[in-house]
């Protein structure tokens, strides 16, 4: 008998039920062990007419309350943002003028010699900082060391010029004395003779004196006339010789100013072959080499003061209706998105930017399109700021100017109007 005969007669055949399905559940069950009771189905039953809703539905309503909740703190949020942004734009963005037109620049100085000469010594490096008074380079000094020995040699021979006309002055008043004394010896000898030959015409005439000594005193005289005269010419070429070595004395007084302006154009020049920072900055755009041979006006290098660094914004012409000096300005550099820097409107340029292009605009030729034009406004920052020193020339800012309790530019005040008008009201 097979295994599956004898199981049969060991299970009786009312507990075979046909109709009742296996339980696929669970494995049978192995030889020997109790029998496992069938499983109970899920269902529960209620009285007819009594029927629950579906589960679904039931768990669909918290989930649909939070979903509520949330449209709802979401609207809430979005009107107290809203409301907000409004007041807000309505108490200060309003008044705030912005733009991002606008670059960081400095009043950088081009560091040139003023004499040529071959550089001997170069002292600074690339984006070295400086002090004023330090020496950036030295140009070869001998010849202007040279130039400076010579003028001052020339400037001692005016001196000594000067000297010699002073003593031939001095010598030239002894020598007036001498002719003075000459005229006076003349006329007492010219005096002598008169008498002499008066008294020999007056002997002639009476007959006890000769032709011969009346001639003679006459001649004398004549003789002693003359000789007067040669005296007082000698005297009077003395006097003049004083007048022209006095002019000699001037000069050699010029020619000693002169050889002395020479001298300090030589020292001049020679302080000229050390070149020395003008203020405090930094190295730029450095082109000078050890050894180079340099001209006057020559590009050395480019000293850029990096405490002083400005902002020009350029803003369009329908923002400036509010804008005036003093303002209080917001800045925002690219560079450094995480510092906010202040300043102040400092002033208004002229004129736009394009009336002081290199090749303006010309609307009375040809067709024209109206653009807005940009006026540059010169921005200075605050020199405490956390990016004091560390801004370049050149950065990109973003600039809002708060125009708060300033009035429209035509409805501001004249001042000269004002003054007219207090000036009438204070005649009588």
């Known amino acids: 008998m097979t295994h599956s005969a004898q199981l049969a007669e060991r299970v009786p055949s009312a507990e075979l039920d046909a109709s009742a399905p296996p339980n696929r559940s669970h494995p049978p069950a192995a ?37 509520l909740l949330l449209i709802g703190c979401a609207l809430l949020a979005l009107l107290g943002g809203g409301g907000w942004y409004g007041w807000r734009w309505y108490t200060v963005g309003r008044f705030l003028v912005e733009t991002d037109d606008a670059y960081t620049q400095a009043d950088d100085i081009i560091i040139s010699p003023q004499v040529s000469g071959y550089v001997s010594e170069l002292l600074v490096t690339d984006n070295q900082p400086v002090r004023r008074g330090d020496v950036i380079a030295r140009i070869d000094d001998r010849v202007f060391r040279a130039l400076v020995d010579q003028a001052r040699a020339e400037r001692d021979v005016q001196v000594a010029n000067e000297r010699n006309v002073a003593a031939q002055i001095a010598r030239q008043g002894s020598v007036i004395a001498q002719m003075e004394a000459e005229v006076a010896s003349a006329q007492a000898r010219l005096a002598f003779a008169a008498q002499e030959d008066a008294r020999s015409s007056a002997l002639v005439q009476r007959g006890t004196g000769t032709v011969q000594r009346a001639q003679q005193t006459q001649s004398t005289l004549r003789a002693s006339e003359a000789e007067l005269a ?199």
């Open 31 to 67: 030889r020997g062990s109790p029998p496992i009771a069938p499983e109970k189905p899920d269902v529960e039953h209620h009285p007819a007419g009594d029927e629950p809703e579906p589960r679904t539905k039931a768990a669909g309503r918290p989930r649909k309350a939070r979903r």
């Open 230 to 428: 040669k005296s007082k010419a000698n005297l009077a070429a003395a006097r003049q010789q004083l007048d022209v070595l006095r002019s000699q004395r001037e000069q050699a007084r010029a020619a000693i100013e002169h050889a002395a302006a020479a001298l300090d154009q030589a020292k001049i020049n020679l302080g000229y072959t050390t070149i020395t920072a003008p203020r405090d900055g930094t190295v730029g755009d450095r082109s000078v080499r050890l050894g180079q041979l340099v001209q006057p006006g020559t590009r050395l290098l480019t000293l850029v003061p990096m405490r002083e660094v400005y902002v020009v914004a350029n803003y369009k012409e329908t923002q400036l209706a509010r804008m005036a000096s003093g303002q209080p300005v917001e800045i925002s550099v690219d560079g450094y998105p995480d510092a906010s820097v202040r300043g102040r409107v400092d002033s208004l340029a002229p004129g736009s930017g394009a009336q002081f292009a290199l090749l303006p605009p010309e609307n009375a030729t040809g067709n024209f399109t109206k653009i807005v034009q940009r006026v540059p406004v010169k921005i200075v920052l605050d020199h405490a700021g956390p990016l004091a020193g560390r801004l370049r020339p050149g950065l990109s800012v973003t600039t809002s100017v708060d125009v708060r309790g300033t009035p429209i530019l035509a409805q501001r005040p004249d001042p000269q109007r004002t003054a007219a008008q207090a000036g009438a009201g204070a005649a009588p």
